[in-house]
Structure formats: C-alpha cells, structure tokens
C-alpha cells in the first residue's frame, strides 16, 4: 500500500486548528519531495471558523470570535468537536483530475452515511455532501469539502457532521449558503453517532480509492 492513514486526534484529544494546519503543511513538503508517502490525517478540532479564500466580510461571524483564513477555496465555515475532519495530503495519479478527486471524497462520505440509513447525495450547484429537502426541513448540508492542490498533492479535504453542535452556524451564512440548512448524522438518525463510531469505515471506503488516486512511488518518479 501506498497510502497510510494518521489519526491525530479524536475526542477528547481535539486538535487545535493552527496545530493541524502545521501538520498539513509539513507533510504536504515531504509527500512533494517524495520523502513520506501519501497520508490522510484524521482528528477532530477544537472548535474555530475558518475562511476559504471566496469569503466575504459579511459572512464573517457577528459574535466577534476569531476567523483563521485558509488558502483552501470555498468560504466561511465552522469545525469542532463531533466532527470528523479528514486531510488526505496525497500525491494524485492524475494531476489534472481535480474533479474526479473530489467525486470520490463525495462518494466516500456517502457511502459511509448510507450504513446508518442516510440518505445523502450531491445537489448540482453545492459543494459538499446533503441531505434533499423532505418534511423534516430544506436542503441540509451534512458534510463539506474544501481543498488545495498545491505541486500535484492535495491538501484540506472534508468535515463531517456526526454529532457537533449547530448552534455555531447560526452566526454565520455557512459555506455562502443563505437558502439551506444544516444537520448532522445524529440529528438526521436520532441516533448518538460520534465521529470515533465512523473513522473506521471512512478508512474502508476511502482504500477503495487508493489505487485510482494517489501516484505509487514508481509512478512518481516518471
């Protein structure tokens, strides 16, 4: 295999953003030089919003809680505690595949929601992974991507909504989103479902990939 899989922490061991972030970023230098290989780091943080680069200062918080800007796309959106955060820092086999990149990291959360009877899809027109309008509510967001590629390896990636709080999405337009909603597995299944419970099948889902996204060492060296 040339993909391993790095759990930097998960409850209670939340990661503090700029923690992770410098972890991103020193992997991503050794993937680049071909000294690690591709890895996805796994954690939950400690709760912070941060700013993709498409964020406007509207949609900044209104509460006066600090915002970290990101070089990721995307806009405005929260992490913390009861979600699973996921970084894949790989080198892909095909450069130009973005798209293909980040149909499969839809597809992997999908597949994993579908063991619990959730029912989430891609919307045309949003980022992310949702849950259709039905009688419980609008469109609902339940997983968001937001990522980099930077010298042919990736970096950010997805969150989940397993069990976190949504009381930090109302001060802010999520994701730029002003006519949907969010939820999260546990609020979708009525169910405690924490991201400890799914870390292991998101693995699962995500080594079926491996071989159609991320470059072997071979492959990295034509």
Same mark, same amino acid.
């Given at each position: 295999m040339t993909l391993e899989f790095s759990r930097l922490g998960l409850a209670p061991d939340f990661v503090d953003y700029m923690e992770g972030w410098d972890a991103q970023r020193e992997l991503h230098d050794k993937v680049v030089a071909g000294v690690a290989p591709s890895t996805v780091l796994l954690l939950e943080h400690a709760a912070v919003y941060t700013a993709g680069k498409l964020t406007e200062d509207h949609e900044r918080p209104? +509460? %006066? @809680?600090p915002?970290? #800007?990101? +070089?990721? %796309?995307?806009?405005? @959106?929260? /992490?913390?505690?009861g979600q699973l955060i996921a970084y894949p820092i790989l080198k892909l086999k095909n450069r130009a595949g973005i798209r293909d990149y980040v149909e499969r990291l839809e597809e992997v959360m999908i597949s994993v929601m579908a063991d619990y009877g959730i029912t989430a899809e891609r919307i045309k027109g949003r980022a992310g992974v949702w849950i259709k309008a039905d009688a419980k509510g609008p469109d609902r967001k339940i997983a968001a991507i937001g990522i980099r590629v930077l010298n042919g *390896?990736? !970096? /950010?990636?997805?969150a989940i909504n397993c069990s976190n709080d949504l009381a930090p999405y109302g001060? $802010?337009? #999520?994701?730029? $989103? @002003? +006519? #949907?909603? *969010? =939820? =999260? !597995?546990?609020?979708? @299944?009525?169910r405690d479902i924490r991201p400890a419970d799914i870390v292991d099948r998101f693995v699962e889902e995500f080594r079926k990939h491996e071989e159609a996204l991320v470059s072997s060492p071979e492959g990295a060296l034509l």
């Open positions: 209104f +509460d %006066g @809680t915002v970290v #800007a990101v +070089d990721r %796309g995307g806009k405005l @959106t929260w /992490h913390g505690p *390896v990736t !970096m /950010h990636g997805i001060q $802010i337009i #999520a994701c730029g $989103i @002003t +006519d #949907a909603g *969010v =939820t =999260t !597995m546990s609020q979708e @299944t009525g």
